[in-house]
């Protein structure tokens, strides 16, 4: 028995290690590096605000089939119950339902029937035969609506595609510009350390230390603000794609320096003009303005219309009573309404000016847009070729710089100041690449040609 107890305690022991490793939840995996091109394919996938376009794309395309609906007949059935003593009433229902007798033309019967019970079962069918081509203009109407609807859903996806791009882009430049913080507090941290040094030996006077001082703590103040940078912009892409702020994901390019062909001035708005969607929208507004008119213009036109019923009329649900028919044919033409419809076409025809200015006045603003765009790209390659320069001299001058103060040829405040300069020098550059891609693709947007495939995306 005293053999057995650790062997037991040592089977416990070990069983309940293992019901502790059990119960210990397993690391979430690292996030997958995540490209440019698989954010915009996932944010076309799962954006809600795309998502709310497509479903009124949807929505509207239901509305041609109603359109459409009135060219055919259409047929009714309805079932009532109706109990009275009214004379009239009893005395017609009687013949309705093939039940009216010689004893029913008494007096006292005529007078005061009693109550009578009628089941009514019946079929209607009505049918157009002339609308004045209203029901082809209804068509008409909704198929531009649809044609509308698609094309705010293209635009709506560009501008998304372009959130998504600029999200992504400020996510490089913070991790990058976090990078440039975290390297100048490296280099004050060595230069309080080289004037602590210099000090001590007697070859620097205590400003010098207290100098560095200050530039560590303004740049330590730097690097706590890029990593909130960071964070945001991470949350700002999360959002942009349609996932929580807080999803764990990590995106794996730098930002690295690329090469875009800006192409003519004209030939960008003329491509605009001929297929940006928001612009087409405009002009898919005119011919639903126009069509409107001759909506208006048809209510003065008579309609034709053909109609048919069947009816039975039983005293109780489930007896056999009498039934009819009738069919027949309707001319309906309004010969006075108030000017209603006379308000409605002038109306109309005043919406289609309206729609043919808002047109014009969307062709000058999408030729400024796209003007406005050409220009801010052609700006920013312009500084991005002028701080490569500037900041090769930077680097060069602090070099020499770090070199002087070695020698006790310079003072820590010129290092100190070099070194700031340089700091400026990488962000900016940092921001001139920035710019200039999300420019071109900014550029794209105005003129309506940004997609999944576009050159600012996949390079």
């Known amino acids: 028995m005293k053999k057995l107890l650790p062997l037991m305690a040592a089977f416990l022991l070990a069983a309940n290690a293992g019901a502790q490793t059990a119960t210990v939840p397993a690391a979430p995996a690292p996030p997958q590096p995540l490209s440019l091109q698989e954010a915009v394919r996932i944010a076309l996938e799962k954006n809600p605000t795309l998502k709310a376009a497509?479903?009124?794309?949807?929505?509207?395309?239901?509305?041609?089939?109603?359109?459409?609906?009135?060219?055919?007949?259409?047929?009714?059935?309805?079932?009532?119950?109706?109990?009275?003593?009214?004379?009239?009433?009893?005395?017609?229902?009687?013949?309705?339902?093939?039940?009216?007798?010689?004893?029913?033309?008494?007096?006292?019967?005529?007078?005061?029937?009693?109550?009578l019970d009628n089941f009514r079962?019946?079929?209607?069918?009505?049918?157009?035969?002339?609308?004045?081509?209203?029901?082809?203009?209804?068509?008409?109407?909704?198929?531009?609506?649809?044609?509308?609807?698609?094309k705010g859903k293209g635009r709506t996806g560009q501008e998304v595609v372009f959130q998504v791009i600029q999200a992504y882009l400020n996510e490089l430049l913070a991790k990058e510009s976090l990078?440039?913080?975290?390297?100048?507090?490296?280099?004050?941290?060595?230069?309080?350390?080289?004037?602590q040094a210099r000090q001590e030996?007697?070859?620097?006077?205590?400003?010098?230390?207290?100098?560095?001082?200050?530039?560590?703590?303004?740049?330590?103040?730097?690097?706590?603000?890029?990593?909130?940078?960071?964070?945001?912009?991470?949350?700002?892409?999360?959002?942009?794609m349609g996932f929580e702020e807080d999803a764990p994901t990590a995106i794996e390019e730098n930002l690295t320096e690329l090469s875009f062909q800006a192409g003519a001035l004209g030939e960008r708005q003329a491509k605009a003009l001929a297929t940006r969607p928001d612009y087409v929208q405009s002009l898919l507004g005119k011919q639903q303005a126009d069509n409107g008119t001759h909506i208006a213009r048809a209510e003065f036109l008579p309609k034709v219309n053909l109609f048919s019923s069947w009816e039975a009329d039983n005293q109780t649900f489930t007896s056999r009573g009498g039934n009819n028919w009738a069919m027949g044919v309707t001319l309906?033409?309004?010969?006075?309404?108030?000017?209603?419809?006379?308000?409605?076409?002038?109306?109309?025809?005043?919406r289609d000016v309206q729609a043919q200015a808002l047109a014009s006045q969307m062709a000058s603003a999408v030729r400024l847009q796209v003007r406005e765009a050409y220009l801010n790209l052609s700006t920013a390659q312009e500084r991005l070729e002028a701080v490569k320069g500037g900041?090769?001299?930077?680097?060069?001058?602090?070099?020499?710089?770090?070199?002087?103060?070695?020698?006790?040829l310079a003072t820590i405040t010129d290092l100190l100041r070099a070194e700031t300069a340089k700091v400026k020098a990488d962000k900016?550059?940092?921001?001139?690449?920035?710019?200039?891609?999300?420019?071109?693709?900014?550029?794209?947007?105005?003129?309506?040609?940004l997609s999944p495939n576009s050159p600012a995306i996949n390079q």
């Open 54 to 115: 497509d479903a009124y794309a949807q929505a509207v395309q239901q509305g041609i089939t109603a359109a459409k609906s009135f060219r055919y007949p259409r047929v009714d059935f309805a079932e009532g119950f109706t109990r009275g003593n009214n004379p009239v009433y009893v005395f017609g229902t009687l013949l309705t339902q093939r039940q009216f007798t010689a004893s029913n033309f008494a007096l006292s019967f005529l007078n005061t029937p009693p109550p």
């Open 332 to 350: 309906n033409f309004n010969l006075f309404d108030g000017g209603a419809k006379t308000a409605r076409l002038r109306e109309s025809k005043a």
């Open 201 to 240: 030996s007697g070859l620097a006077v205590p400003s010098d230390l207290l100098s560095a001082q200050v530039q560590l703590a303004q740049a330590e103040e730097d690097l706590l603000r890029g990593q909130n940078a960071v964070e945001l912009a991470q949350a700002t892409l999360n959002v942009a």
């Open 391 to 408: 900041k090769a001299q930077a680097a060069e001058s602090l070099r020499i710089l770090q070199n002087r103060y070695e020698a006790g």
């Open 179 to 195: 990078r440039v913080a975290q390297s100048a507090v490296d280099m004050t941290k060595s230069d309080l350390n080289r004037a």
């Open 428 to 449: 900016n550059a940092l921001n001139a690449i920035f710019d200039y891609r999300l420019s071109y693709a900014a550029l794209e947007l105005a003129t309506g040609e």
């Open 121 to 150: 079962t019946a079929f209607t069918a009505t049918m157009p035969l002339y609308d004045a081509g209203q029901t082809s203009r209804a068509v008409r109407e909704a198929k531009l609506q649809a044609q509308s609807a698609e």
